[in-house]
């Protein structure tokens, strides 16, 4: 399903076949949490600017409104009226980060829902049964995500019962994929890899999921509080333990340099809700840096958001106008802030993966690593 086109120092140019479509890699995936993308972007918006996969939640979407309602309404595609490619996480981060009282056990989590409070219970069966009515292409297995900085002693403790969790994970979806009524048999389960800053238990972890041979593998519990430079090092020590005939997906990065970055050490797949995010609160991204476009000097500015920009509003409207939005509190502000900001990633994509073919990546990197993260 992955073929390794080509490969620049630890970069690398691929291709991974879903049963929605072709996935040309190194890919951001635009992030539908709960089946839409935040700031007003539709499934047809996503076409039109570049998006390759579309990432929603397992948590939040079991929470609301329901997977089994969407499993007999067709699935999340036919539900969202997304035709390409789909990620969905497996609950088990915002299940960490959103439930305040929650208990852990051999068998799963115990929490109380962050909507009504009610009393929810996930491992690893139930991840995967909710995912697999949800019909993705590419399932998350369920693990624990692990809170920067933590003991060492509890780190391997909870690596060790994420491996059992992943063994659990693959039994259940080949049983949910087998079933006369699956939404989506092709779906695939993706491994993820924890173990912290610890690079020893990184590697011995990252060694013991490869075993399960799955269609790939995530490295998870990064960008949480460590350093960017902990976070580079962390890559590095397991991008070599990884399979190399396998797509690699780092979770919930980043930036446009941790992106450039990572690829530079060897990974495929990205997410972040960092562009919709930073977008609704007038943070750009632009070929030369980030601008804050509530700021006055914009308040008579006749140009585009960023004149090497081909987005839909860069196209169309002015800064002026689009700072007016803003100060406002016009909706349309955040929908054209999201929809520049996701384009300028995917299009960010579409360069690297152009450098890489042409050999080029290395000077890509080089020229835009200091440049990207910088503020205008």
């Known amino acids: 399903m992955f073929t390794l086109l080509k490969q620049e120092g630890r970069a690398r140019r691929g291709r991974l076949e879903t049963p ?4 040309e890699t190194p890919v951001f995936m635009n992030v539908g949490t709960q089946a839409a993308i935040k700031g007003g972007l539709s499934a047809a918006d996503l076409k039109d600017i570049g998006c390759q996969v579309e990432l929603s939640n397992t948590y ?3 929470v609301r409104p329901g997977d089994e309602l969407i499993r007999d309404l067709g699935g999340l595609h036919k539900f969202m009226t997304w035709d390409g490619p789909m990620l969905t996480d497996s609950g088990g981060f915002q299940i960490f ?4 009282l929650r208990k852990i056990n051999e068998d799963g989590v115990r929490f109380n829902s ?7 219970f996930m491992g690893p069966e139930e991840s995967m049964r ?3 009515n949800l019909g993705s292409d590419i399932a998350m297995a369920f693990d624990e995500c692990i809170k920067i900085p933590s003991p060492r002693e509890y780190v391997q403790k909870s690596c060790d019962r994420t491996y059992r969790w992943l063994e659990r994970c693959k039994k259940a979806l080949a049983e949910y ?4 009524n699956a939404i989506n048999p092709g779906q695939m389960l993706f491994g993820i890899n924890q173990g912290a800053v610890f690079h020893d238990i990184r590697r011995r972890h990252m060694e013991q999921i490869a075993s399960l041979d799955l269609p790939g593998y995530a490295i998870g519990g ?3 509080g460590e350093t960017a430079q902990e976070m580079y090092d962390t890559i590095e020590a397991v991008e070599e333990c990884m399979p190399k005939n396998k797509p690699r997906y780092l979770m919930g990065v980043g930036t446009p340099v ?4 990572a690829v530079y050490r060897g990974v495929d797949f990205f997410d972040c809700v960092m562009p919709t995010r930073n977008g609704r609160h007038g943070h750009l991204n632009t070929w030369a840096g980030i601008i804050n476009l509530k700021n006055k000097k914009y308040e008579r500015d006749e140009g585009p958001i960023d004149p090497e920009c081909g987005c839909p509003v860069c196209r169309r409207y002015s800064r002026a106008y689009l700072r007016h939005l803003f100060k406002a509190e016009e909706v349309l502000a955040m929908r054209f802030a999201a929809m520049h900001n996701l384009y300028f990633y995917n299009e960010l994509m579409r360069r690297i993966r152009e450098a890489l073919d042409k050999g080029e990546y290395t000077a890509f990197w080089a020229k835009y690593r200091d440049i990207l993260d910088r503020r205008i």
Do not use: F, P
């Open 258 to 261: 941790n992106i450039l970055e």
């Open 20 to 23: 929605h479509g072709v996935v």
């Open 60 to 62: 939040h979407l079991h």
């Open 114 to 120: 962050h909507v009504d409070g009610r009393k929810i």
């Open 177 to 180: 994929n087998s079933m006369d």
């Open 130 to 132: 909710i995912q697999s």
């Open 97 to 100: 980060s959103l439930a305040s």
């Open 222 to 224: 990064l960008a949480v």
